[in-house]
């Protein structure tokens, strides 16, 4: 009975409502909690910039968590596999506990990890697995509205567990990694510097902003398109990606709080398990186009373009002369973060504007974000691009300037591009247009109306072909 298990924590940082932690306590033995670094197994999906300032504080987060319930983390760097079973090896753990996860490098490290030790795997990332969401005759769905209804059978999700009182410690300790070591935050230059502002990783903040939200539930339907309006959305993307919440907590608190009015809002939390449903059947998509028709699409290509490279640039940079576009990505610079009106229309803008591939924009935020998540961004993308199985059609061109109108963009502007702090309405959302030149800022990198006729042309070339 005094053979450990391991507890692997991935996305799952949190010690409410996680199964495998309580799954691992029940076993009565001794629990030795885990946490691999592995930047082998994701590939190019490891975690990034954003994500990796993130990763640091959530880390010491749930460290002092398990410390307060007699346990602690250990950190290891390596090839999961590799590490679990090591672990295994040196305090002669009998089992591996773990919640599962449906990206295609965990499935894999899952996977090796089962050949060599008994694992077992519990449900916690989702409001549902997503194989249990079928139609009638019993096939998986790829588009989001019969899915959502699929999945309203199934609900509500689980009760969320209660965090245990007391986790019980091995005898001895296995060696750990310093998390310094590591080098997860940003230095030279410390590009980060701005993120404490408006974040604070870990469970017990995560928790704290989803109460601080439930009291504006009730007009999330008419406000979560208004990237002005602060109380219009929830900002626990970052935490709900890392699992400092689950969404089944989420979806019960929200309930409870607003009963039938809260539907707009766990619809959009349904959206996250759609984008898991989609990289269970598809694990390539975050790089391969949904519809084959896609493929052929003559995207510029910076590598091969320098014209390309410096739109993809100036886009990078905010310095496309379009103040919403610009006021976006600088604020994605600096907090890790954008509105889900604002990524639509950065994005669109990288794909019809400058017609440069998709895939340039999804690496770009999986750098960038602090809530990047591989089936959202993908969802995301492919959403807009008008590749994926449930998409915007490509001809669909947002407008960006009148979008920045109508969705009272500025003072969101004003905050974001110092060059027009001092442009009042309507001038703010198109100086250009009103005759203004503005010292320091650029001019449209291209007119609208011309780059939507190249990406219509674009578009007609793909399917004469
Ligand atoms: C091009 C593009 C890329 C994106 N990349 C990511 C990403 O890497 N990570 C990420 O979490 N979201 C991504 N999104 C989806 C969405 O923009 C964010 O989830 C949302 O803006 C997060 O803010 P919030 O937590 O305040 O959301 P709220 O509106 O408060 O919604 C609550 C939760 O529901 C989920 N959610 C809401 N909208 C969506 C959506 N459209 N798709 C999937 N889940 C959703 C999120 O988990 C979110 O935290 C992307 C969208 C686009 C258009």
């Known amino acids: 009975m005094n053979a450990p298990v391991i507890l692997w924590f991935r996305q799952d940082l949190r010690l409410v409502d996680q199964p495998a932690l309580v799954a691992a306590v029940e076993t009565g033995r001794p629990v030795i909690p885990v946490f691999v670094l592995d930047d082998e197994g994701p590939g190019a999906y490891a975690p990034a910039g954003a994500s990796r300032w993130w990763l640091h504080h959530s880390l010491i987060a749930l460290d002092a968590s398990l410390r307060a319930k007699g346990s602690r983390l250990v950190l290891r760097r390596g090839h999961s596999a590799d590490v679990i079973a090591a672990i295994a090896a040196e305090t002669g753990a009998s089992a591996v506990h773990a919640v599962r996860h449906y990206e295609p490098w965990h499935k894999q490290a899952a996977a090796d990890i089962a050949l060599r030790l008994p694992l077992h795997l519990h449900e ?81 903040a995560a928790r704290q902003r989803l109460r601080d939200f439930l009291p504006h539930l009730g007009r999330y339907q008419e406000d979560r398109n208004f990237p002005g309006i602060a109380t219009g959305i929830s900002r626990l993307s970052p935490h709900l990606h890392f699992g400092e919440i689950s969404p089944a907590l989420v979806w019960h608190l929200a309930a409870r709080e607003a009963g039938e009015a809260a539907a707009p809002f766990l619809r959009e939390v349904g959206w996250r398990d759609f984008g898991i449903n989609m990289i269970d059947q598809w694990p390539g998509y975050g790089w391969v186009d949904g519809r084959a028709a896609s493929s052929g699409f003559p995207w510029r290509q910076p590598e091969q373009d320098a014209e390309a490279a410096r739109d993809l640039r100036a886009w990078q940079q905010g310095l496309t002369g379009y103040p919403i576009i610009d006021a976006g990505m600088r604020e994605l610079w600096a907090t890790g973060y954008v509105h889900n009106r604002i990524r639509m229309l950065v994005a669109s803008f990288l794909v019809k504007h400058l017609l440069i591939d998709w895939r340039h924009g999804e690496r770009w935020f999986w750098d960038t974000l602090v809530d990047a998540d591989y089936g959202n961004n993908a969802m995301g993308w492919q959403w807009i691009a008008g590749t994926g199985f449930e998409s915007n059609p490509f001809g669909r061109i947002m407008a960006p300037l009148g979008q920045s109108e109508k969705f009272d963009c500025g003072d969101y502007i004003r905050r974001w591009v110092p060059e027009l702090s001092h442009v009042g309405e309507p001038h703010v959302h198109d100086p250009e247009e009103f005759g203004l030149r503005l010292p320091g800022y650029p001019a449209k990198i291209i007119g609208h109306q011309q780059a939507r006729a190249r990406a219509l042309a674009a578009s007609a070339r793909l399917q004469k072909n």
């Open 124 to 204: 916690g990332l989702v409001l549902c697995p997503p194989a249990l969401v079928l139609s009638g005759t019993g096939s998986r769905y790829r588009m989001f509205t019969p899915w959502w209804k699929a999945l309203l059978h199934h609900m509500p999700p689980p009760k969320p567990l209660a965090a245990p009182e007391r986790i019980v410690a091995p005898a001895h300790w296995p060696d750990g990694e310093e998390l310094a070591q590591w080098a997860l935050l940003p230095r030279q230059p410390d590009w980060a510097a701005g993120f404490h502002d408006h974040w604070q990783p870990g469970e017990d």
